[in-house]
C-alpha cells in the first residue's frame, strides 16, 4: 500500500513537469518567436486536469474520514 501511494505521488509531479499540448497547439506555438505564450498554455492545460484530481482526492478523504469517525 505505501509503495502505491509513493508511485502515485511520483507520478503526478512528474505529470506536472511534462508538456501538456495537442500537436495542433505545439505547431502553432513553436512557430512564434517568444516562448511565453506556449508557456502560458502547458501552465493552464496543468491546471485544468489538476484540478478534477484535486476535488475527487478531496472527496476521497472526506469519505474516508466520515468512514473513519463512525466506525469508532
Known amino acids: 500500500m505505501k509503495t502505491k501511494i509513493i508511485f502515485l505521488l511520483f507520478s503526478l509531479f512528474f505529470f506536472l513537469k511534462s508538456n501538456a499540448q495537442c500537436a495542433m497547439c505545439r505547431a502553432v506555438l513553436e512557430s512564434e518567436e517568444t516562448q511565453t505564450a506556449a508557456e502560458g498554455i ?4 496543468v491546471y485544468l486536469m489538476a484540478i478534477p484530481y484535486i476535488l475527487v482526492g478531496g472527496l476521497g478523504y472526506f469519505i474516508y474520514k466520515k468512514y473513519k469517525t463512525l466506525k469508532k
Open 42 to 45: 502547458n501552465d493552464g492545460i
